[in-house]
Structures are given as C-alpha cells and as structure tokens.
C-alpha cells in the first residue's frame, strides 16, 4: 500500500530533551516536506526536500533540522524542544512537478 | 508569500444538503487542490485542478479552478455525515515548483443526521 508513515504517533516530552520524529515512503517520491498544524494557523511548513541531499527551509524553521541521507527518509529533529513547539506535525511526499502531496497520519508532540 | 483565504471558516448543515466552499489568492495560481482531512489523520487529496476552468469530480464532490485563476471552489452534494471534516484548499504560482504550495486555513464541516 502506497503511504507516508510517521513515528511515533504521539510524544510528551520535556524542555531540552532531543528527539526525532521518523517520516518514511514508498512511493519513491523525490519530494518530502514537514509543516506543523496550530489552531487557527493552518499548515506551515518547517522544512523540505527537493531530493537526497538538497534540504531548505520553510516558513517556519527555527528550532528544527532535517536530514536526506535517503530517498524515502525524512526525520524531522528537535534539538532542545521548547512548549511552543508544542502543536501537530505532517510529514509528506510528493512527485515532481504536480504539486500533489500525500501527507502521513501526523505526530501529536506536546513539550512541557 | 501569496495569501490564501478560504471560506466559510466552518458549516453546520443537515444531512443531504448541498455545501460550497472557496479559495482566493492575491496572485494567479496555476495548481489548485483541495484536501479533506479527519479527525486524528493527515490531509488526503481529494481533486486536483491543473487548468483555468478546470471542472473536475469526485464522486459527490465537485471542485472547479476559477476562470481569473485567483479561485477555487468545491461543492459538495447531498451531504452524508461521513463528510465531516476539514477540507483545505492549497494552491500555487509556480507551476512544476512543489514547494510553492499554500494552504487555505481549511472550513470545518459538521452535518448532522
């Protein structure tokens, strides 16, 4: 089955403890992104992939980094979290060119 | 960036009632999507409109890429409540640019049986 697949579901955490949230496809799809979901703000996005090894920022990328050491990986890390990063993140992948993103089910990360 | 304001923010309606929602831009598109996403999921891509005046269906839904290429609207027929949930328009200017992609703030939809 084709899908985009995150881990974990859902996290609680503290201030300043590291963590990685894993995003994985199998569509083999060249481009992968990472936004954030906040009441009232819609999806931003953090960061993206054009291919392995090309990564950029998106609107909102302070406090965050990203790896694309392979096609189908895209972890999203966290070095020092902080409460306001506190929200609901998506992972997504999509073909070149069309503009269609496939999102995964999402991670719920709550930072105290 | 270019702003996107889609509307109504949210719909309460009874089941088999028709709904319409939209999507304005500031700037020309050239790709416009709507996404439906549940309660505990990601966005899942409903309709994808490639061309000006593009009218395409799925099923009961309806989306259609607006002539001054500044809109987009979906229609959704006789509601059933598993309908409920948002629904994001996402829009760009920049055709073959995936990351120029941006989305509406969404419109929640609840229908009651």
């Known amino acids: 089955e084709a899908q985009v697949t995150q881990n974990p579901r859902y996290l609680i955490t503290v201030t300043g403890k590291k963590l990685t949230v894993t995003c994985s496809q199998n569509?083999?799809?060249?481009?992968m992104s990472w936004y954030r979901q906040d009441p009232g703000l819609g999806l931003r996005q953090i960061y993206y992939?054009?291919?392995?090894?090309?990564?950029d920022k998106g609107d909102v990328p302070e406090g965050y980094k990203v790896s694309r050491k392979e096609k189908r990986n895209f972890p999203l890390i966290l070095e020092s979290p902080s409460p306001n990063q506190t929200s609901l993140y998506f992972c997504?992948?999509?073909?070149?060119?069309?503009?269609?993103?496939?999102f995964g089910p999402g991670t719920r990360l709550t930072v105290t | 960036g270019q702003q996107l304001n889609q509307s109504p923010q949210s719909m309460f309606i009874q089941e088999g009632e028709d709904v319409s929602m939209n999507c304005t831009s500031s700037?020309?598109?050239?790709?416009w999507l709507w996404y439906k996403q549940e309660p505990g999921e990601g966005p899942v891509l409903l309709i994808a409109?490639?061309?000006?005046?593009e009218l395409t269906s799925n099923g009961r839904l309806t989306a259609q890429f607006g002539i001054t290429r500044k809109d987009s609207f979906l229609n959704i027929s006789a509601s059933i409540p598993s309908d409920v949930g948002i629904y994001f328009c996402?829009?760009?200017?920049?055709?073959?640019?995936?990351?120029?992609?941006?989305f509406g703030a969404g419109t929640r939809l609840t229908v009651k049986p």
């Open positions: 700037s020309i598109f050239n790709t």
């Open positions: 409109l490639y061309k000006a005046g």
């Open positions: 997504a992948s999509g073909p070149p060119g069309l503009g269609e993103q496939y």
């Open positions: 996402a829009g760009r200017a920049e055709l073959y640019n995936n990351n120029d992609m941006r």
């Open positions: 569509m083999n799809h060249e481009y």
């Open positions: 992939s054009m291919n392995v090894e090309v990564t």
